[in-house]
């Protein structure tokens, strides 16, 4: 079975570029989980998708980021555009249930901006 | 302000060493607890998760942890170490009255297992 998986691994870009991060969940995963690692910092929740609906969002940072998630299977966030402040590490995570389940990450991404 | 907290951000120690990570968390309702993983390169992993029942979890890899719920501590320990338990380790908990599952994290320790 294949975890999640999310791309890019990496991206460089300039102060008020648009980058867009990609999450596909494990199959059959109704939740689909947004976290963020700024360095030096504890990883915080950005926001939780259950299908295609987003259920809890208080953790984004702004109205900068928006997420979505196409007929309830991989989902994006896009951040435009981009301040250095934003620079860090994404982890997406997804898990069946929502309660007493474990959320299986994916490698994240690392997104830099200059 | 509700939080976790590890205790230590770096310990370093030799191989055959025993390792405790201490972990407190700050909210008064039922909690999940969790401790992931992240090994150099990989992706956070779960090491082992408390839901109910018996305090002292065991996880993979020889870890274990002991939720003590009148001090909202639930410390990860391993008897021996291994070269290869160099990683990353973030204590974890959901509020099960909290919305949806989300993951409250510590900042994280960071373990170095000297040869």
């Known amino acids: 079975e294949a975890g999640v998986t999310q791309f890019p691994s990496h991206s460089v870009i300039e102060k008020g570029q648009t980058v867009t991060l990609r999450c596909d969940p494990i199959?059959?995963?109704?939740?689909l989980y947004w976290y963020r690692r700024v360095m030096g910092k504890e990883i915080k929740f950005l926001l939780h998708?259950?299908?295609?609906?987003?259920?809890?969002e208080s953790g984004m940072p702004n109205n900068r980021f928006l997420a979505e998630r196409t007929g309830g299977t991989y989902s994006t966030l896009k951040v435009q555009p981009a301040e250095l402040e934003d620079s860090g590490v994404y982890f997406c995570?997804?898990?069946?249930?929502?309660?007493?389940?474990?959320?299986?990450f994916g490698p994240g991404t690392r997104l830099t901006v200059l | 302000a509700q939080s976790v907290s590890q205790h230590n951000h770096h310990v370093i120690l030799s191989e055959a060493a025993s390792l405790e990570l201490g972990c407190n968390y700050s909210?008064?309702?039922?909690?999940?607890l969790f401790w992931y993983v992240q090994y150099p390169g990989q992706h956070l992993q779960l090491l082992l998760k408390?839901?109910?029942?018996?305090?002292l979890v065991k996880g993979i890899k020889g870890f274990e942890a002991e939720f003590i719920k009148s001090k909202f501590s639930f410390n990860l320990r391993k008897p021996s170490v291994q070269w290869s338990d160099t990683a990353e380790y973030f204590c974890?908990?959901?509020?099960?009255?909290?919305?949806?599952?989300?993951?409250?994290f510590g900042a994280g320790t960071q373990v170095v297992v000297t040869p």
């Open positions: 199959s059959g995963h109704d939740n």
């Open positions: 974890a908990v959901t509020l099960i009255t909290d919305s949806w599952g989300k993951l409250q």
């Open positions: 998708f259950v299908k295609e609906s987003k259920q809890d």
């Open positions: 909210y008064g309702g039922t909690v999940n």
């Open positions: 995570a997804s898990s069946q249930e929502v309660f007493a389940d474990t959320q299986y």
């Open positions: 408390y839901f109910s029942g018996d305090p």
